[in-house]
């Protein structure tokens, strides 16, 4: 049976002083998430559902946040520890990765292997120049729009010193200009009313509406967060960003670096000396606010501005399958506030889109890098012992796949069938997760037991949601 190579020693590094300049510094891979996650739930799936069944089904986002959030600190906990991302740990489990690297790869192709917001993307750059929305005379400009935001994505990263770097700065620029429009025209232009409204939505717990659409629902609980193998790949981010003994472990550089940047396919441990216990502790205080302070507050403000403004401007009822509540949005505050709101709406929609295509994009040629750099050998004396040689060839596959797979449905379609598969990941890497962090860490630094009994809610509750909707799509 193939296994992973066992851990080494080494010394866990000191992180910097925590003070908020450093806090800035440090902290990052929450922005990406946040960045990839703001397209699907926020954008599509939370505006359709409150306008269709009301806001007082939000409380399925909260829910989803604070599980979500749970999750990726326990991942988050892994790599610190050991280095290497969470999918790696899971590895190790019996079997080995004769079993789980297929099984992870397979779920990471079945759940964002599809391009949910590139056609969307292509939509918002024919309408800003067109003045229109486009009909089915355009869907060959359409179509080459498309294929220049595969090649958009591709060439941004590109450059830079890793990958990972490239795609946080690209992401802070994204996530500003999308929450800073967002809060203008909603502190301008939604009545004080539909803010309490809305907000109230968000604690509202109680019974799903009678015919409600199961699959939308299990693609909010999953999307209003970042859902499967977005909560995985953080991991790989904290591991490319170096936190706690990442930063022995080395990053993916991007194909212009000048630098022979290494991965170890594998990680290494420390000691729980005293001394080092003290560093954990700050490092995880960096951890808790990349993904406290700044992700998953992200997810609530997000949400909450996406479905105030869409629930204030579009009637109930309303079908938002096939329009989005993005072109409604922009056509709404053009004609009834100014014009220019058609191409500034559009602009942040652009944005709103692209960020969500270039995260999801990165998350799938990432996770598959790193599940074969260190689950196959062969594949690593192939790539000649950079990673990126991997990952830049699984790049111009994963574009060509996108290519072709591109016009399989629309946004929201692709959307629920990328939130659905994200809760089945979701649910089983849990059990995973909660196996690795109280079986393979040292005890001093597994999680306790409220965490523990986090994610076995987090399993049960995506699993129950799962079952539901596939009895739902069956029956």
Same mark, same amino acid.
């Given at each position: ?76 906990? $892994?790599?610190?520890? +050991? ?30 292997? @599809?391009?949910?917001? %590139? ?43 890793? #990958? ?6 690209? /992401?802070? #620029? ?23 409204? +809305? ?10 509406? &009678?015919?409600? &659409? ?34 022995? /472990?080395? %990053? ?5 670096? /000048? ?23 700050? *490092? ?43 072109? $409604? ?13 058609? !191409? @500034?709406?559009? @602009? ?24 074969? *750099?260190?689950? /196959? ?14 990952? !830049? ?31 089945? #990941? ?7 997760? @909660? ?26 509750? !995506? ?13």
């Amino acid at each position: 049976m193939q296994t992973l190579a066992p851990w080494e020693i080494r010394e866990l590094p000191d992180p910097p002083p925590f003070s908020v300049r450093n806090l800035f510094r440090v902290i990052g891979p929450g922005a990406i998430l946040l960045a990839s996650s703001i397209g699907g739930g926020e954008w599509l799936v939370g505006p359709a559902i409150a306008v269709e069944y009301g806001r007082g089904l939000l409380w399925i986002a909260t829910f989803a946040i604070l599980l979500q959030l749970l999750f990726n600190l326990e991942a988050i906990r $892994y790599t610190m520890c +050991t280095g290497e991302p969470v999918v790696t740990g899971f590895m190790r489990l019996w079997p080995g990765p004769r079993l789980w690297a297929p099984v992870y790869a397979a779920l990471c192709v079945a759940q964002v292997g @599809l391009p949910a917001m %590139a056609a969307g993307t292509a939509t918002t750059i024919f309408a800003t120049f067109a003045g229109r929305m486009p009909g089915s005379e355009d869907s060959g400009v359409l179509s080459v729009a498309t294929y220049g935001v595969l090649a958009l994505v591709l060439v941004l990263l590109l450059f830079g010193d890793t #990958v990972e770097r490239t795609l946080e700065r690209v /992401s802070w #620029v994204m996530v500003v200009f999308i929450f800073g429009f967002l809060a203008f025209v909603n502190a301008f232009f939604v009545p004080a009313r539909d803010w309490a409204s +809305t907000l109230g939505g968000f604690f509202a717990v109680g019974a799903l509406p &009678d015919g409600v &659409d199961l699959p939308l629902v299990g693609a909010l609980a999953a999307s209003a967060a970042s859902g499967g193998f977005g909560n995985l790949a953080i991991s790989n981010w904290f591991r490319d960003k170096g936190f706690g003994m990442a930063a022995h /472990s080395g %990053a993916i550089a991007s194909a212009t670096s /000048s630098r022979a940047i290494r991965v170890a396919p594998t990680g290494s441990v420390f000691r729980p000396t005293a001394a080092n216990l003290l560093r954990w502790k700050r *490092w995880w205080q960096y951890a808790r606010a990349d993904q406290v302070g700044l992700w998953a507050l992200g997810c609530f403000v997000g949400m909450f501005l996406n479905v105030n403004l869409a629930a204030s401007v579009i009637p109930p009822g309303t079908d938002l399958s096939q329009i989005g509540a993005g072109a $409604y949005q922009a056509e709404y505050l053009a004609l009834n506030l100014w014009r220019g709101f058609w !191409y @500034l709406a559009l @602009l942040n929609g652009f944005w709103v889109l692209f960020s969500t295509h270039l995260g999801n994009t990165e998350i799938l040629v990432r996770m598959l890098t790193d599940i074969v *750099w260190a689950g /196959s050998p062969a594949i690593r004396n192939i790539a000649r012992v950079h990673a990126r040689t991997l990952y !830049y060839a699984l790049f111009g596959a994963c574009t060509l796949w996108f290519a072709a797979a591109v016009q399989w449905g629309t946004a929201m379609e692709l959307m629920k069938w990328l939130g659905n598969a994200a809760g089945f #990941v979701l649910a089983f890497s849990s059990v995973q997760l @909660l196996l690795v962090n109280t079986r393979l860490l040292p005890r001093e630094l597994r999680p306790p037991l409220w965490r523990r009994c986090g994610l076995a809610v987090c399993a049960i509750a !995506y699993g129950g949601l799962f079952i539901a909707v596939v009895r739902s799509l069956l029956a």
